[in-house]
């Protein structure tokens, strides 16, 4: 009773005495091991939830469906080894994950290519390392990707990202589905047909489906469903007024993660049994053949596999307004409160047995007042040297550090069978190995 009280969201936490422990690992003693800030990654939970979707996918929409991890949520060598010792492919947006993705050695012929704006130097360095497929944005880059391929002999595998027109009330800053939007193409314009056609004529171009990605941190799977129907109806459309048959249909990412408590909890099997039912129902009713099915989790794959632990540097209480709780870290690690609001479930790693009655706001150390970690929660009063847990940081966290202020990134620590170093701590030298002295 006392623990749930406490908040602890998901399996991989637990109590004991006044530690908490995270995949089985005291968490203040990694803290002593490693230093803060420290992120900490539960290697079976991410294994886990990837077998999870592959399973699920193969079994719901057939042996020729595969997840794609969407990387940008997390990207390290080895989670592209642990991607590809679990057998599933990987979405890419930049040739700085795709050179990370091959180092791990990812088989690139697995790796699809997205982004809004890719150089013609990323597209040739794409292809000249094998990629599997480009996801498509705009003419210009299908018309670069045609030159380039032609250049070197092939036919590039694409699919193309087409914009179904679907608002799934999130967020406005990541739902990128809207007819409205920085990507892809859209269908109720005309111009997603148009596009479809300009691609089946290229030399250099081999179309082999669509994509769609409506948004993220999604709980519902009607906005799925939704964008499927959508999908579908477009590729009957192009069957019929192109001839072209779609091999691949990828609904994308987007499944929501429970960051506190009052979210609700994800059965991802169960999301996928239920799109899939709805799939084949409409194909079905419609007579329409069903393609094969791509998705591309990135937050659920790796959100609740990951805590980050920092270190309090000062507790300042003002008389009449409240109290700030300063930590050895911030935006530059975290940059998802000061961007977007988002909730997050905070401890004090150190007092678990303690109660959460003080009321403060979490703040981080850079020279910003907007940099803070979240607002007004209760913890047990922390003083200077205690540590504080900040829950399900595996996502979207360190992919988006910076070193702002010169602050040096975390480290990443795996927990498996023992725990192991992923990514080394900064050090201040790495910070400025780039600068130039001046003569
Ligand atoms: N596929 C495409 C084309 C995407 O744009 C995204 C995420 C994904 C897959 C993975 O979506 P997920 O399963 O992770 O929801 N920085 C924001 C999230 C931006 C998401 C961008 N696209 C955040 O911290 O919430």
């Given at each position: 009773m006392y623990l749930e009280e406490k908040n602890l969201?998901?399996?991989?936490l637990s109590v004991e005495g006044s530690t908490l422990k995270f995949a089985g690992y005291d968490t203040v003693a990694l803290c002593k091991k490693y230093g803060t800030p420290l992120i900490l990654l539960d290697e079976n939970k991410i294994r886990n939830r990837m077998r999870t979707y592959k399973n699920a996918m193969e079994k719901y929409?057939?042996?020729?469906s595969r997840p794609l991890y969407a990387s940008k949520a997390l990207s390290f060598v080895g989670i592209y080894q642990i991607a590809n010792e679990e057998g599933i492919n990987t979405d890419i947006v930049s040739i700085g994950e795709l050179y990370t993705a091959k180092k791990a050695g990812f088989?690139?012929?697995?790796a699809f290519f997205h982004g809004n704006s890719k150089s013609d130097f990323d597209i040739e360095y794409a292809i000249e390392n094998g990629i599997g497929f480009f996801i498509v944005d705009t003419y210009d880059e299908l018309y670069a990707i045609d030159r380039i391929a032609t250049k070197h002999n092939i036919r590039q595998k694409i699919l193309l990202r087409i914009t179904p027109g679907i608002d799934p009330h999130t967020h406005e800053a990541i739902s990128t589905g809207k007819v409205d939007s920085k990507f892809g193409t859209a269908i109720e314009t005309g111009q997603a047909m148009e596009i479809t056609k300009t691609a089946i004529s290229l030399e250099g171009i081999d179309l082999r489906g669509f994509h769609c990605h409506i948004g993220?941190?999604?709980?519902?799977v009607k906005p799925f469903c939704d964008a499927a129907d959508i999908m579908i109806k477009f590729i009957d459309d192009v069957k019929r007024e192109a001839g072209f048959n779609c091999e691949y249909l990828n609904l994308g990412g987007g499944f929501g993660v429970r960051y506190v408590q009052s979210d609700p909890e994800i059965d991802y099997e169960d999301n996928i049994r239920k799109i899939s039912e709805h799939i084949n129902t409409y194909c079905a009713q419609n007579e329409l053949t069903c393609p094969k099915i791509l998705m591309e989790p990135g937050r659920s794959i790796v959100a609740d596999s990951g805590i980050t632990l920092y270190t309090v540097g000062s507790v300042k209480e003002i008389t009449g307004y409240k109290n700030y709780v300063a930590i050895d870290g911030g935006m530059s690690d975290n940059p998802r409160y000061a961007l977007y609001g988002s909730e997050y479930t905070v401890l004090c790693a150190n007092r678990m047995d303690s109660e959460d009655s003080y009321e403060c706001t979490i703040a981080g150390?850079?020279?910003?007042?907007?940099?803070?970690?979240?607002?007004n929660v209760k913890i047990p009063k922390p003083q200077r040297g205690d540590n504080i847990a900040v829950l399900?940081?595996?996502?979207?966290n360190y992919s988006m550090a910076s070193n702002y202020n010169r602050v040096t990134k975390p480290a990443v620590v795996l927990l498996g069978e023992k725990d192991r170093l992923a990514i080394k701590r900064e050090s201040i030298e790495d910070v400025s190995r780039l600068d130039i002295t001046l003569e």
């Open positions: 969201l998901h399996d991989n929409f057939g042996t020729d088989p690139l012929e697995r993220s941190q999604i709980f519902d150390r850079l020279c910003e007042s907007g940099d803070l970690i979240q607002e399900v940081t595996g996502a979207y």
